[in-house]
């Protein structure tokens, strides 16, 4: 996934030379926390958020430009950029929205931390078989069931469980990928155990060629 297909494109900006006053009443209309400072080429030249509207406010500021963070000290992202970027700088630099820029440097959209929890909670709730079954279509040569029977086998070596591959099967069918996380001890456990898997399928399936 790429930045611009998790960005929200309906957003707002401003021009540094406009007034606090009027930009704070532009914000608290379209209710945005944070918005875009921007050249008439919409090129992205500052960034405000509602805390240095209220602190400009009070300290007698009149434009936008007195009070705006300049590009060096904005956190921003290419909209081709890889959607995980966005994700690892809206966690690294603790921003609640980064402005979304194309190859010429115009603003084209924002990434909301809302949008990312967002888009997290729908794969988290994807079931595990459908990731089994991407697992499959990789695994040239190797049938459904021979996936299964794989991963009942792995699931007792790592486990001690006894479980038969038509178990497995209706497990992750209804599993979803954020409770086999949970399940399994996190991210990278999960993503050990289908390492395992395929190793163990391909072993298998390579043993009975030399047969």
């Known amino acids: 996934m790429k930045v611009?297909?998790?960005?929200?494109?309906?957003?707002?900006d401003v021009f540094p030379d406009q007034d606090i006053v009027e930009v704070s009443l532009k914000m608290e209309k379209y209710k945005k926390f944070t918005t875009?400072?921007?050249d008439h080429e919409r090129k992205l030249v500052g960034w405000v958020t509602s805390i240095e509207i209220i602190k400009g406010l009070r300290e007698g500021k009149k434009l936008i430009?007195?009070?705006m963070y300049t590009p060096k000290d904005?956190?921003?992202?290419?909209e081709n950029d890889a959607a995980r970027l966005a994700v690892i700088k809206a966690s690294k630099y603790k921003v609640i929205s980064i402005p979304v820029l194309n190859d010429e440097g115009k603003v084209v959209g924002v990434i909301r931390s809302?949008?990312?929890?967002?888009?997290l909670s729908q794969l988290?709730?994807?079931?595990v078989s459908r990731?089994?079954?991407?697992?499959?279509?990789?695994?040239k040569g190797v049938s459904w069931n021979e996936l299964m029977e794989a991963s009942a086998v792995v699931t007792k070596r790592q486990t001690g469980e006894r479980i038969t591959a038509k178990k497995y099967e209706k497990r992750i069918k209804n599993t979803t990928f954020g409770e086999a996380i949970?399940?399994?001890g996190g991210l990278e456990k999960f993503f050990v155990g289908l390492i395992a898997i395929g190793e163990y399928v391909l072993a298998r399936k390579v043993a009975r060629a030399r047969k």
């Open 131 to 139: 990731i089994f079954e991407a697992m499959a279509a990789e695994l």
């Open 182 to 184: 949970w399940a399994t």
């Open 36 to 38: 875009s400072v921007v």
């Open 65 to 67: 430009k007195d009070i």
């Open 114 to 119: 809302c949008d990312i929890v967002e888009t």
């Open 124 to 127: 988290y709730e994807i079931k």
């Open 4 to 12: 611009k297909e998790l960005m929200d494109t309906n957003f707002i």
């Open 74 to 78: 904005v956190v921003s992202v290419n």
